[in-house]
């Protein structure tokens, strides 16, 4: 079973619009984080914002939030005011651990944002 | 802080060479370092962890011998792709987590390489 699920492969919003990429996740582990990465055409992968197992505020870094629900298991990623340069590939991400793990970082499919002009 | 150096940033070699790519961490010491692949327009991929001073784990399906990875120091790892070959291209990406590092720090990347086999 997939442990992280974006079900939107590409989205569209026009600039100065808000927009929210889905992130579904499934663990068993009582602590784990929820973390959401940029990838430009670049290819550099982008930390953007942390959501830790819990924590009972939603995380919130400039533009971005993150919508927490920890009982329905879903972490989405809030883009306000979204600008030309937030095109790109986004990466919903979770961290579990021990267990040996290493506390690996396992990755969703990504999701193509495209903000229109 | 926390700053991940990878080079080369992208290489092209020749079917049946071997290509080594470098993972370093600048200004920690880096207990794991994670090295994944990336096909276009699809997820990362894990590879492998390394920890400093013993063998890596490999993720189920990632050939042992084909992607050689080696954690000498706390702040260099290294991947060779021994005997590359043109479905070896792909792009590398390798990150690192500091000593003391949990589920709730997140991993710094370097700047991935693209590997180009022809």
């Known amino acids: 079973a997939q442990k992280i699920t974006q079900t939107q492969p590409g989205m569209f919003v026009q600039e100065k619009e808000a927009v929210t990429l889905d992130c579904t996740y499934d663990?068993?582990?009582?602590?784990?984080?929820l973390f959401w990465y940029k990838q430009p055409s670049s290819g550099e992968m982008i930390f953007l914002i942390y959501q830790g197992s819990y924590d009972e505020q939603n995380a919130t870094e400039g533009r971005y939030s993150l919508n927490f629900q920890k009982a329905r298991k879903s972490a989405n990623l809030v883009i306000s005011a979204s600008q030309l340069g937030d095109s790109a590939m986004y990466f919903c991400a979770m961290r579990e651990g021990p267990g040996g793990s290493n506390y690996k970082l396992t990755f969703g499919k990504g999701t193509l944002l495209t903000v229109n002009p | 802080g926390a700053v991940v150096s990878q080079h080369p940033s992208r290489v092209i070699c020749k079917s049946g060479t071997s290509v080594k790519i470098e993972c370093r961490s600048l200004?920690?010491?880096?207990?794991?370092m994670f090295w994944y692949r990336q096909f276009p327009k699809q997820s990362l991929m894990l590879m492998a962890t390394?920890?400093?001073?013993?063998?890596?784990?490999?993720e189920q399906g990632v050939e042992k011998d084909k992607f050689l990875i080696n954690h000498a120091s706390l702040t260099l790892s290294t991947l060779t792709v021994t005997s590359a070959h043109p479905e070896d291209s792909s792009f590398y990406i390798c990150s690192a987590n500091g000593d003391g590092s949990s589920y709730n720090s997140p991993l710094h990347f370097g700047n991935g390489t693209r590997l180009t086999v022809t």
């Open positions: 200004d920690f010491q880096a207990t794991t």
């Open positions: 390394s920890n400093e001073g013993s063998k890596a784990t490999y």
């Open positions: 663990t068993s582990d009582q602590s784990y984080g």
